[in-house]
């Protein structure tokens, strides 16, 4: 089929005006991404008004919109500093921080969107600097968990100014010199044999102690049976010089016996004095 070149243009025109309006309507729409703010700009000018997530209309050819992320990112700096005696420590921090959603338009505007190695890195690295002078290399890590407290304070206030907040920073690692580490290790040992020393000799004197008070007691038995045997002598001489005239009750000054009280127990016994017989020739007589 033939067209004439009239018929031609009129469909070039109506193709040309087709895509214009796409392209146009394509440009007046710009979606900011969730976690992200919109920050507006006409003809290089930064707006003071930021765009929220969604789908938003915006004057194209004349408006441009930067998506700033305000999601929450890490920046990890190995970073080699000085402790308070002097040591090198290398050390591995993991920072969390996110932009805030107002600072988006100045943060685009003052440091771009090469903020982290503009801004973010630079603070890390500072405040952990000074964060490790202010402590010994053993108190690094003893009190780890204060010194990742006192670097976070330390970021936080070098990054609020430029509309940063962080949100927690992390220690991964420590590193410290071959000499330091073997001087730590020999210093632990050495602690652990004081420790093991300690205990012995409190373990001795335990066992030295049992010892005492086993021979103390040992002792008092020993006291107490050469006693008992003692008062029976004296009552087995007092039974054997008695003419039965002696008192009933007898005393050497120290003890107190009972004539009657020894007379039946033996009598139940059924042991035999010479006293006892003695005693009872001595009566029969008299009869």
């Given at each position: 089929?033939?067209?004439?070149?009239?018929?031609?243009?009129?469909?070039?025109?109506?193709?040309?005006?087709?895509?214009?309006?796409?392209?146009?309507?394509?440009?007046?729409?710009?979606?900011?991404p969730?976690?992200?703010?919109?920050v507006?700009?006409r003809f290089?000018?930064?707006?003071d008004a930021?765009?929220?997530?969604?789908?938003?209309?915006?004057?194209?050819?004349?408006t441009?919109?930067?998506?700033?992320?305000?999601?929450?990112?890490?920046?990890?700096?190995?970073?080699?500093?000085?402790?308070?005696?002097?040591?090198?420590?290398?050390?591995?921090?993991a920072l969390?921080?996110?932009?805030?959603?107002?600072s988006?338009?100045?943060?685009?505007?003052n440091i771009?969107?090469?903020?982290?190695?503009?801004?973010?890195?630079?603070?890390?690295?500072e405040?952990?600097?000074s964060?490790?002078?202010?402590?010994?290399?053993?108190?690094?890590?003893?009190?780890?968990?204060t010194v990742?407290?006192?670097?976070?304070?330390?970021?936080?206030?070098?990054?609020?100014?430029?509309?940063?907040?962080?949100?927690?920073?992390?220690?991964?690692?420590?590193?410290?010199?071959?000499?330091?580490?073997?001087?730590?290790?020999?210093?632990?040992?050495?602690?652990?044999?004081?420790?093991?020393?300690?205990?012995?000799?409190?373990?001795v004197?335990?066992?030295?102690?049992?010892?005492?008070?086993?021979?103390?007691?040992?002792?008092?038995?020993?006291?107490?049976?050469?006693q008992?045997?003692?008062?029976?002598?004296?009552?087995?001489?007092?039974?054997?010089?008695?003419?039965?005239?002696?008192?009933?009750?007898?005393s050497?000054?120290?003890?107190?016996?009972s004539?009657?009280?020894?007379?039946?127990?033996?009598?139940?016994?059924?042991?035999?004095?010479?006293?006892s017989?003695?005693?009872q020739?001595?009566?029969?007589?008299?009869?």
């Amino acid at each position: 089929m033939n067209l004439n070149p009239r018929t031609i243009k009129k469909v070039v025109v109506s193709v040309v005006a087709a895509l214009a309006i796409v392209i146009v309507g394509a440009s007046s729409l710009h979606a900011v991404p969730a976690g992200h703010t919109g920050v507006v700009t006409r003809f290089g000018a930064v707006d003071d008004a930021v765009l929220g997530e969604g789908l938003h209309v915006v004057i194209p050819f004349v408006t441009r919109v930067i998506d700033m992320n305000n999601q929450v990112t890490k920046a990890e700096v190995l970073s080699a500093s000085a402790s308070k005696d002097l040591q090198t420590v290398n050390s591995t921090v993991a920072l969390n921080y996110r932009i805030d959603a107002p600072s988006a338009a100045s943060v685009y505007r003052n440091i771009g969107v090469n903020y982290e190695n503009v801004v973010v890195i630079p603070a890390i690295q500072e405040a952990v600097k000074s964060v490790m002078a202010q402590y010994t290399a053993e108190e690094l890590i003893t009190m780890r968990q204060t010194v990742g407290a006192e670097i976070q304070e330390e970021i936080s206030g070098k990054l609020a100014p430029y509309g940063f907040s962080t949100q927690s920073v992390n220690i991964v690692d420590f590193q410290f010199s071959d000499e330091f580490n073997a001087a730590i290790e020999a210093k632990q040992t050495a602690q652990q044999n004081a420790l093991k020393a300690e205990q012995d000799l409190a373990r001795v004197k335990v066992e030295a102690e049992q010892k005492i008070t086993e021979a103390q007691a040992e002792a008092e038995s020993y006291r107490l049976k050469s006693q008992e045997i003692t008062d029976q002598m004296l009552k087995m001489e007092f039974i054997d010089k008695w003419d039965g005239k002696l008192p009933v009750v007898v005393s050497d000054g120290q003890s107190l016996f009972s004539i009657d009280a020894i007379l039946d127990s033996a009598a139940s016994s059924g042991t035999s004095y010479a006293g006892s017989s003695a005693a009872q020739t001595s009566a029969g007589s008299a009869e």
